[in-house]
Structure formats: structure tokens, C-alpha cells
């Protein structure tokens, strides 16, 4: 199971995991659930952002700031996706080991 990582943004490592913290933090700027996330940049990046920000207490961006970070290293963008995905693999893999 994947739960933490470190993903390096403009060379420095960022420990991401996922959280409850993260999870209301997405919510309160999106104003909707995690589970009713569009597939959108925008939803995928917001996400990308309070999971860093939640897991490293020393990061004290604001969104654009982070935006800026993402825009001048955009391969920890493909990195956190693969995250995501792995996390949702997990997830349905853990779904389909209980329904046997």
C-alpha cells in the first residue's frame, strides 16, 4: 500500500501524503468533495497543494506561489499523479478483497 511519498518540487523534497487534513483543506477552497473531483487541472493542482501543505509545516506558499513552483519543475506534476492514481488503485483493489 502507498500511503507516503517525497516529491521533489524546484529541488527540494516535499513529504506528501494523504490526510484528513488535506482532505478539508480541498474542500474549504473547492467547496466540494474530493470524491466529486473533475478530472480537471484545476482540481488536480488544488489537490497537489494542500497535500503539500498540509504534510510540511515549514511550507507557507500561498497557492500561486505554488502554482509559480509547479510552472518552473512541472515533472513533480506527473509525479503526483502517479501518486493519486496508485492511491486509487489501492483503493479499489482494497474494495474488491472485501467483497470476496
Same mark, same amino acid.
Given at each position: @500500500?502507498?500511503?507516503k511519498a =517525497?516529491?521533489?518540487i524546484?529541488g $527540494?523534497?516535499?513529504? =506528501? ?5 488535506s482532505l =478539508?483543506?480541498?474542500?474549504e =477552497?473547492?467547496? #466540494? +468533495?474530493v !470524491? #466529486?473531483?473533475e478530472?480537471?487541472?484545476?482540481? *488536480? *493542482? %488544488? *489537490?497537489f497543494?494542500? %497535500?503539500? $501543505?498540509? +504534510? /510540511? #509545516?515549514?511550507? /507557507?506558499?500561498?497557492? +500561486?506561489?505554488? *502554482?509559480? @513552483?509547479?510552472?518552473? !519543475?512541472?515533472?513533480? &506534476? !506527473? ?5 493519486? &492514481? #496508485?492511491?486509487?488503485? +489501492?483503493?479499489i483493489?482494497?474494495?474488491? $478483497? $472485501?467483497? &470476496?
Amino acid at each position: @500500500m502507498i500511503e507516503k511519498a =517525497i516529491i521533489k518540487i524546484k529541488g $527540494k523534497n516535499y513529504n =506528501i501524503r494523504r490526510s484528513w487534513r488535506s482532505l =478539508i483543506m480541498f474542500e474549504e =477552497i473547492t467547496h #466540494k +468533495n474530493v !470524491d #466529486k473531483m473533475e478530472g480537471s487541472a484545476t482540481d *488536480l *493542482l %488544488i *489537490l497537489f497543494y494542500c %497535500i503539500v $501543505k498540509s +504534510n /510540511n #509545516k515549514t511550507f /507557507n506558499k500561498t497557492y +500561486n506561489e505554488f *502554482l509559480d @513552483m509547479v510552472d518552473a !519543475d512541472d515533472s513533480c &506534476v !506527473d509525479e503526483f499523479t502517479a501518486y493519486i &492514481v #496508485k492511491l486509487a488503485e +489501492n483503493e479499489i483493489s482494497e474494495v474488491d $478483497k $472485501k467483497k &470476496v
